[in-house]
């Protein structure tokens, strides 16, 4: 569909950022089949384009809104043409560089935070006034173990991480007495094409040996699948806080690199 073509309107509406590639990709493909109409947004076009189109080969309803989280003008006029929402999922974020505090690049940091932050209060606010008028309602920001504890190289996007937890956090104070369910998930290690890619300014080596036999990783689809279970809980139900990791993961920086014994596995 394209952005002058509004969903159905018998289906609960759920807007994605950061919907065009891995993470929010797979929460797109994965409230669809749970019965949602989704808004996949994000700055490209092109990949917005690709999940709708799988989507709706899959037989869901879908459409493609392109919205920059960091800029305000673009997320008051993007969210302005939805005129409902019963879900949000603030996944637009992401990680830049791996250095020390001493060494931390300013540009980056600031970088990591008008998305992974200010993003997520910017879209909360536009779309608060859609989620009141939805029995539906749920916020879920997507953090990451980053946003609990700490790790030599990884500050910037750590405090990042740590402020848009905070914000959920936070939101669920405020909100308390309305029917509006604000949950963080925080996943640990996963696999996407672009995450690591991205934040080792595309070093494709480099971004490979995060992974190098670690035994299974998660991936997008893993994410997707928490989203969809706490969205579809009772509206009564709020999990304020779910943490999801590898089993080769014990921490962010205790991972397992080799095989793990499954063979007594029942």
Same mark, same amino acid.
């Given at each position: 569909m394209t952005d002058a073509t509004p969903p159905t309107q018998s289906r609960p509406l759920a807007l994605i950022t950061?919907?065009?590639?891995?993470?929010g990709a797979a929460i797109a493909r994965r409230l669809s089949q749970d019965g949602f109409d989704v808004v996949v947004a994000g700055r490209r076009r092109e990949k917005l384009d690709e999940v709708v189109a799988s989507v709706e080969v899959a037989g869901g309803s879908a459409r493609a809104l392109v919205m920059d989280v960091t800029d305000a003008q673009s997320v008051a006029e993007s969210v302005a043409t939805l +005129?409902?929402? !019963? *879900? *949000?999922? %603030? %996944?637009?974020?992401?990680?830049?560089?791996v250095t #020390?505090? =001493?060494? +931390?690049?300013? !540009? =980056?940091?600031?970088?990591?935070? $008008?998305t992974n932050v200010v993003g997520t209060m910017r879209v909360t606010q536009?779309?608060?006034?859609?989620?009141? #008028?939805? $029995? #539906?309602a749920t916020i879920v920001d997507i953090s990451s173990i980053a946003g609990e504890r700490v790790y030599e190289g990884g500050a910037g996007y750590v405090a990042a991480k740590h402020g848009t937890s905070v914000v959920s956090e936070t939101l669920r104070l405020e909100l308390n007495g309305e029917n509006i369910r604000v949950v963080d998930i925080r996943p640990g290690m996963v696999r996407t094409e672009e995450f690591s890619l991205t934040r080792l300014h595309g070093d494709q080596a480099a971004a490979d040996k995060v992974y190098d036999n670690v035994d299974r990783p998660l991936v997008a689809d893993d994410v997707a699948a928490c989203v969809g279970f706490v969205v579809g809980l009772p509206q009564h139900v709020n999990i304020d806080t779910m943490v999801v990791k590898p089993v080769a993961? $014990?921490?962010?920086?205790?991972i397992h690199r080799g095989p793990i014994d499954w063979k007594d596995a029942r």
């Amino acid at each position: 569909m394209t952005d002058a073509t509004p969903p159905t309107q018998s289906r609960p509406l759920a807007l994605i950022t950061g919907g065009g590639t891995g993470i929010g990709a797979a929460i797109a493909r994965r409230l669809s089949q749970d019965g949602f109409d989704v808004v996949v947004a994000g700055r490209r076009r092109e990949k917005l384009d690709e999940v709708v189109a799988s989507v709706e080969v899959a037989g869901g309803s879908a459409r493609a809104l392109v919205m920059d989280v960091t800029d305000a003008q673009s997320v008051a006029e993007s969210v302005a043409t939805l +005129g409902r929402c !019963d *879900v *949000v999922v %603030n %996944n637009a974020g992401g990680a830049l560089g791996v250095t #020390r505090v =001493e060494d +931390g690049d300013a !540009d =980056e940091w600031e970088r990591m935070y $008008a998305t992974n932050v200010v993003g997520t209060m910017r879209v909360t606010q536009a779309v608060l006034p859609l989620l009141r #008028r939805s $029995a #539906r309602a749920t916020i879920v920001d997507i953090s990451s173990i980053a946003g609990e504890r700490v790790y030599e190289g990884g500050a910037g996007y750590v405090a990042a991480k740590h402020g848009t937890s905070v914000v959920s956090e936070t939101l669920r104070l405020e909100l308390n007495g309305e029917n509006i369910r604000v949950v963080d998930i925080r996943p640990g290690m996963v696999r996407t094409e672009e995450f690591s890619l991205t934040r080792l300014h595309g070093d494709q080596a480099a971004a490979d040996k995060v992974y190098d036999n670690v035994d299974r990783p998660l991936v997008a689809d893993d994410v997707a699948a928490c989203v969809g279970f706490v969205v579809g809980l009772p509206q009564h139900v709020n999990i304020d806080t779910m943490v999801v990791k590898p089993v080769a993961q $014990a921490a962010p920086h205790k991972i397992h690199r080799g095989p793990i014994d499954w063979k007594d596995a029942r």
